[in-house]
């Protein structure tokens, strides 16, 4: 081989490994790129399979939803059971708009449903 052919292909050799270098450090930074976009995701507590989410009914409306008859004296005894209930748990009570009685309180449905239980409400 001459000694320029030898050159050129030291040349090829280099220029193989600066494109390799290149190609490396491109792969390295899309690489911590993903990283940096995964990260936050993985850092989200994820949800307890425990954890369901709460659903707010008024007492007549879960009776309704339970195809339970209540009487107006029935369901006031019910939502005062609901609300001592939930103020010994320490849960909120919310209050919706309702057309007979201007506000009615909602309570979430594990409380009503025990409150139905134990009331014998089936």
């Not at 081989?1 to 930074?29: D, F, G, H, P, Q």
């Not at 790129?33 to 425990?50: E, F, H, N």
């Amino acid at each position: 081989m001459s000694k320029n052919m030898l050159r050129i292909a030291e040349m090829m050799a280099e220029y193989r490994e600066a494109l390799n270098a290149v190609k490396t450090e491109k792969i390295t930074k899309q690489i911590e790129a993903v990283k940096q976009v995964i990260q936050p995701v993985a850092k989200k507590p994820a949800l307890s399979p425990k954890k369901e989410p709460k659903y707010y009914y008024s007492v007549v409306g879960y009776a309704a939803l339970k195809d339970v008859f209540l009487g107006i004296k029935k369901a006031a005894e019910l939502g005062r059971k609901a609300s001592a209930l939930c103020r010994a748990k320490g849960i909120k009570i919310e209050e919706i708009p309702d057309p007979r009685f201007g506000r009615v309180k909602t309570y979430p449905e594990s409380v009503l449903k025990e409150v139905f239980v134990t009331a014998e409400c089936r």
